[in-house]
């Protein structure tokens, strides 16, 4: 059975938040193992994503907190923060429709998050796109 790419965005943003808590508790990991650890396959679109979203993370956050008023990334919960930064790559990196990624990521903000880091979420990738 194929795996859609919404389920695969969604296994990107677990794997971004695993990596996120192993650094935070000083956890030394491997990307590809973590990768492996939560996806039976080999696949680029989120090789290409977990990759991407970690090598430019510092360029994503300065981005991200360019556009939250009166706020910075690292105060959205841990999902939040995946969510953004890995829709931000994919906007600012892939190919991917503007409207797919924001969608995408407010499905993920519902169901991982609270309304208001929805909220935030969604402005941010809207006036992202907007500029």
């Known amino acids: 059975m194929a795996i859609t790419r919404s389920e ?3 296994k990107v943003m677990t794997i971004l938040y695993q990596i996120e808590l192993y650094a935070k508790n000083k956890i030394e990991y491997n990307i590809d193992d973590v990768i492996h650890e939560n996806l039976d ?3 680029e679109f989120v090789k290409d994503m977990v990759y991407g979203t970690t090598t430019y993370m510092n360029d994503i956050d300065k981005l991200a907190n360019s556009y939250l ?3 910075t990334i690292d105060r959205l919960d841990s ?3 995946s969510i953004l930064r890995m829709a931000i790559y994919e906007l600012k990196y892939m190919d991917t429709p503007d409207l797919v990624v924001i969608n995408e990521a407010i499905e993920l903000a519902k169901k991982y998050s609270d ?3 929805r909220k935030m979420i969604n402005a941010v990738l809207d006036k ?3 500029e």
């Open 128 to 130: 992202l796109v907007n």
């Open 115 to 117: 309304d208001n880091v």
């Open 8 to 10: 695969l965005r969604e």
């Open 69 to 71: 008023n009166d706020w």
């Open 79 to 81: 999902m939040g923060r």
């Open 41 to 43: 396959i080999d696949n």
